[in-house]
């Protein structure tokens, strides 16, 4: 929960409309700000107070006890213009939460943590419990001093700048070992603890028999990611307790599942009881990995039948993959989760026009891997073996990667055995209707005139069927020089079902210092006009031109039963998507999400 505090009229109108804008997130505090701002601490994970820095310092300084437990603190000035994270920049979120603040309120966030000041990711913000000398590796890093990695398990770590030498020391381990001196301890989540159990249980026994399997393997039970046992057994106390206990979930599997896992341990028992021959080794084992500690019973002092089971497994670090969208190249039309995604990767495979676009947001020692056009599957291939090699990789495309561009050959690639995350951007159709009006106000479909993949008779079909079914239409890869005739023909085929006088939008360079936009009509369009930095939309037979906009009215009407609320129009349909390879014209200009093609049409030509 976030404490908001206030002391004056300007304050609180600031105070109200984050209070409007994060209402199950926020709290407001009335009352004299030396009462309001103990209540908040104490009760509050963050606190946001429209007070002077220096008010704030003194109301909080008898309050501060530990930067790990403490709320954080933002400061807003009286006039608004500045979002200050004050205490917990990393530990309480403050860093964040300024600049979400002020991007709500359109202050400055202003962030004094020299890790963000500087780009680098602070040890203690990157997601893994840490350990030892943080502030002095900490230090060494900003001050450009060698430090090592020392990765004793694989694990995808966002861009840092270490090497294999150097007097201080980032270690990786799940191993239950003391930092040494000038060594920091990231321990990644990679031990899967299975367990198995009698009906009743103490969960004391339970934690019992994990904690002692943990530590006379010499294991962390820092790192432990889960407990995992049989669906039967999902809401037996004593393992859901001791998974409460870890702070780690607890994850079930059918006995279906848990029987086609071969473990060196069977046993009948189980088999009996619940329908599989093992619940601790092939709970643990389910998902891959490599057996640390086989099958071990519990120990009771009263020398009775364990009622206990578990084993540890140590999972390999699945390597991440972000497919992430840029958007139409504009930099307020990236999205925040791109941008994040952006500095989480260590690896960032892309077309070397759209990394330039985004490089001043890589964090320092990204990897970057970048090619021309032309090299759409390479790239693709590329990305899913970083991943692979446990990488945590950010692959690039314009507008939405999703939408004819890198997610589709990505995704093509990959097993599962990565995690992908899609990340979306605002699309080309999406980014020109804005700039036109409202065109696509009703059913809409977006489809690509380039027959490099595609068979024109395939496209043509396609045309056609959109023509036939009035829909608004977005023709992606309009029209180059070496493909001169296609858009003539699908204006064609529209104007077959379309009056001459049917709005026609054109765009070009949407978003871009030289964007240029115009309304016309079906018959005036003239193609030479277009080329493939361009988006053309065609309206329907309901489109109209108003105050020089294009707008297609919704057009449904309210249905209401009597005695009931008025019922919510239907929503736009998600654009249409060819089956065939995403497109990428050389030579063109990154605009927007069409231009990704696995390989060069010698039809094209030379631009």
Known sequence: MIGLISATAAGAAARDRLAAAWPDRT???????????????????????????????????????????????VCVDEAGRFAVSLVGGHGGGANELARAVGGLLGAEPVVTTAT???????????????EGDVAGVTRALLDGEPVALAAEVSWPLPALPLGTRGAYTVRLTDRAVEPAEREVLLRPPSLAVGVGASKGAPAEEVLGLVEAALRDAGLSAASVAELATVDAKSGEPGIVAAAEHLGVPLVTYSAEELAAVEVPNPSGAPLAAVGTPSVAEAAAL????ELLVP?????????????????????????????VGLGPGARDLLTPRAEAELRRASVLVGLDQYVDQIRDLLRPGTRILESGLGAEEE??????????????????????????????????????????????GVTAALAAGAILGAPLGHDHVSISLSDLHTPWEVIERRVRAAAEADLVVTFYNPRSRGRDWQLPKALAILAEHREPATPVGVVRNASRADESSRVTTLSALDPATVDMMTVVTVGNTATRRIAGRMVTPRGYRWQ????????EEARTVPHARTQEEPQEEPGTAPLEETQEVPQRDPQEGAR
């Open 27 to 73: 709290r407001v505090y009335d009352g004299p700000v030396a009462d309001a701002v103990p209540r908040a601490f104490a009760e509050c994970g963050q606190l946001v107070c429209f007070l002077a820095a220096g008010a704030v310092v003194r109301l909080i300084a008898p309050l501060l006890g530990d930067k790990r437990t403490d709320p954080g603190v």
């Open 116 to 130: 963000d000041a500087v780009g680098v990711p602070g040890l203690d913000t990157l997601g893994l419990p840490v």
């Open 286 to 289: 389910v998902r891959g990995g």
């Open 295 to 323: 099958k071990r019973k519990s120990q009771r002092a009263d020398g009775r039948p364990a009622m206990a089971t578990c084993a540890v497994v140590r999972r390999p670090g699945r390597g991440r993959l972000a497919v």
């Open 379 to 424: 790239r693709a291939r590329t990305a899913v073996a970083e991943a692979r090699r446990g990488a945590a990789v950010a692959l690039i495309g314009s507008g939405d990667a999703g939408v004819y561009a890198m997610a589709s050959p990505a995704l093509a690639e990959a097993s599962d055995d990565i995690d992908v995350v899609g990340v979306p």
């Open 560 to 567: 209401q039963d009597p005695g009931t609320a008025p019922q």
